[in-house]
Nanobody
Framework: QVQLVESGGGKVQAGGSLTLSCAAS????????MGWFRQAPGNVRDFVAAILRGGGSTYYVDSVKGRFTISRDNAKNTVTLQMNDLKPEDTAVYSC????????????????WGQGTQVTVSS
């Protein structure tokens, strides 16, 4: 069993930055594709970004390309989402997830989830 704990959420004005971190325990993070998803009130959970096991390949939803960067440190069992130029539409609960296989952009591919951290962007 892998446990995931997110941190770093908060409130920021439009144009600001936040860094989300996800700490993994109970397993070897290098065995998993790691992803970030977000869910705004009344919406479904949406894919944001993913990074493959070795960290060499990353994927982003179009709306965050050029603004968000996902990275991982397998030695420290952490994955980070750097979010720049935040917009009000980025407001959501952001969750870290671990996948043992399948499409990196589909929530159904992920077996382990963190509890989520709130990001609020004001205009």
């Amino acid at each position: 069993q892998v446990q995931l704990v997110e941190s770093g959420g908060g409130k920021v004005q439009a144009g600001g930055s936040l860094t989300l971190s996800c700490a993994a325990s109970g397993g070897t993070m290098r065995s998993y594709v790691m992803g970030w998803f977000r869910q705004a009130p009344g919406n479904v959970r949406d894919f944001v970004a993913a990074i493959l096991r070795g960290g060499g390949s990353t994927y982003y939803v179009d709306s965050v390309k050029g603004r968000f960067t996902i990275s991982r440190d397998n030695a420290k069992n952490t994955v980070t989402l750097q979010m720049n130029d935040l917009k009000p539409e980025d407001t959501a609960v952001y969750s870290c997830a671990a996948s043992g296989g399948g499409s990196a952009t589909y929530a159904s591919s992920y077996s382990y989830w963190g509890q989520g951290t709130q990001v609020t962007v004001s205009s």
